[in-house]
Every structure is written in C-alpha cells, then in structure tokens.
C-alpha cells in the first residue's frame, strides 16, 4: 500500500533551512502554536536556521520531549539546557513559554506534571529518531499506548549522552510517551546521515513493531517525514504494513 507519510528528502547543505523554512510558515500562520521540540545533533543546524531566519516565537509555546536523569543541572548534555543554548536564548523573539522538564522533587511526579502540560494540546511535535528506532525515549519495547514516564535508558542512549558531553552516562530518563506524541495534530519526523539510513527505512518500512517505536508514527494522520538525501537512501517507498 502506498504511504500515507508525506516525505520530504532534500540535499544535506538544504535540509536545516528548508525545515525551518515550514516552521517559520507555521508559527506565522498560528502564533500562538504550542511545539514539542527534540535535542540532540539532528536539529542542532535546524535551529541554528529559526536563529539565522529571526523565527517568530513570540506567541509560541515550547515544550521539551525528554530529559536525562541523574546529571547535574549544569552538566552540557542536559536536555533542557541544551534547547535553551542552541535555540531559546539566542532568539531574538522567544518564546511566550519555554517548558523544560522540571526535575523538581520525585521523577514520577515530574514526568507526571510534564504530561498534564503535553495533554493540554500540542500543535506541532518534532522528533528525530534514534539508531535503536527510539523516539523521546520510548526506547525499543515501547508501545504505541506508552505513557509519559521515567524510562530506563538502552545501551546505545547513554553512549549517546556520553557523547553529547554528558560527565557521567546517565542511566535513566524522562520521555513524553508514544501516546502522548500521538495525539499532536501534526508530527514531524527528522532524520539526517547515513547512519540513520537503515533505521528510517526499518521504521517507515518495516512492520510496525515496539522493536522499532518510531514505527508506530506511521499511525498519526498528520506526519511528514523530512529527510536529508543520506538517510533517505534505503527507503524504497513502499511500507511492509
Ligand atoms: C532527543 C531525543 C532522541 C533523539 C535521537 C536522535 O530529544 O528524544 O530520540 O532525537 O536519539 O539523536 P540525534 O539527533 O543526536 O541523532
């Protein structure tokens, strides 16, 4: 059967600007938009871009996907520090309200409160994936009914972090569960490098599995995949499922 994604696959030095390009048009189109944003290497040029572009957050709500636990609150790899760093800080129209994880007082009660501020209606939520096919951190075993919850970290996340510049691999995390990211109106999913060539395709191609949760976007009416020309190359336009 055909998709029912829409796929975007632009050259590698087009990507970052023609995403920010659709998000600069959709924040002009709705001000006041309450977006889900991911960190992480992928969307780093991306927001470099909304920055370059002078993006009109100004009416806009932010909310942040995942946070690492058990990092000092000023360790470099903390998610809510870095989306401050490389977009909320540098623009010159910022956003209205910007809503890291507060990690205030038990995990569960802090995914519990970051949830009730998802659950109030998102807009637009972006996502990279991961090459263990995790989005957020629903990482592979998740559901596509998964809640927002304190998850444990697979392998490959904390060499991740570690590699972000985490002092210490973390071990556990907060992520907005599949449910949650589900219910947007509309989802974007990033994805950019040959490294994540074979787990687009396994994800958008595949069957839908929770050995590969980014599969289950694929039942969101609303989700387009911007892809730059390196991970796009195993997709042969045509789902398992
Ligand atoms: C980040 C996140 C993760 C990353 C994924 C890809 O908030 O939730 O799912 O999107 O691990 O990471 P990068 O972009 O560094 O390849």
Same mark, same amino acid.
């Given at each position: 059967?055909?998709?029912?994604?829409?796929?975007?696959?632009? /050259?590698?030095?087009?990507?970052?600007?023609?995403?920010?390009?659709?998000?600069?048009?959709?924040?002009?189109?709705?001000?006041?938009?309450?977006?889900?944003?991911? #960190?992480?290497?992928?969307?780093?040029?991306?927001?470099?871009?909304?920055?370059?572009?002078?993006?009109?957050? &100004?009416?806009?709500?932010?909310?942040?996907?995942?946070?690492?636990?058990?990092?000092?609150?000023?360790?470099?790899?903390?998610?809510?520090?870095?989306?401050?760093?490389?977009?909320?800080?540098?623009?010159?129209?910022?956003?209205?309200?910007?809503?890291?994880?507060?990690?205030?007082?038990?995990?569960?009660?802090?995914?519990?409160?970051?949830?009730?501020?998802?659950?109030?209606?998102?807009?637009?939520?972006?996502?990279?994936?991961?090459?263990?096919?995790?989005?957020?951190?629903?990482?592979? &075993?998740?559901?596509?009914?998964?809640?927002?919850?304190?998850?444990?970290?697979?392998?490959?996340?904390?060499?991740?972090?570690?590699?972000?510049?985490?002092?210490?691999?973390?071990? =556990?995390?907060?992520?907005?569960?599949?449910?949650?990211?589900?219910? =947007?109106?509309?989802?974007?999913?990033?994805?950019?490098?040959?490294?994540?060539?074979?787990?687009?395709?396994?994800?958008?191609?595949?069957?839908?599995? /929770?050995?590969?949760?980014?599969?289950?976007?694929?039942?969101?009416?609303?989700? #387009?995949?911007?892809?730059?020309?390196?991970?796009?190359?195993?997709?042969? &336009?045509?789902?398992?499922?």
């Amino acid at each position: 059967r055909s998709p029912r994604y829409r796929l975007e696959v632009l /050259p590698p030095d087009a990507w970052a600007g023609h995403v920010a390009d659709r998000l600069v048009e959709r924040l002009t189109a709705r001000p006041t938009l309450r977006i889900c944003l991911p #960190t992480g290497d992928t969307p780093t040029p991306l927001y470099d871009a909304l920055v370059g572009r002078g993006a009109p957050f &100004g009416g806009a709500e932010v909310l942040l996907l995942d946070e690492y636990l058990g990092l000092s609150e000023d360790d470099p790899a903390r998610a809510g520090e870095r989306l401050r760093r490389e977009l909320i800080d540098r623009l010159a129209d910022p956003p209205a309200a910007y809503h890291p994880i507060d990690l205030a007082g038990p995990p569960d009660q802090a995914a519990g409160r970051h949830d009730v501020l998802a659950a109030a209606g998102l807009d637009l939520t972006l996502v990279g994936i991961g090459r263990n096919g995790h989005v957020g951190f629903n990482e592979p &075993g998740s559901d596509a009914d998964s809640e927002t919850r304190v998850v444990a970290l697979a392998a490959e996340s904390r060499q991740v972090a570690e590699a972000y510049g985490a002092s210490e691999g973390p071990r =556990s995390g907060i992520t907005l569960g599949l449910r949650r990211l589900l219910e =947007s109106a509309e989802i974007w999913l990033l994805a950019t490098g040959r490294s994540k060539a074979e787990i687009l395709a396994r994800a958008l191609e595949g069957p839908e599995t /929770p050995q590969v949760p980014a599969s289950f976007l694929r039942r969101h009416h609303r989700l #387009t995949v911007l892809a730059d020309e390196a991970a796009a190359t195993r997709l042969t &336009g045509r789902p398992s499922s």
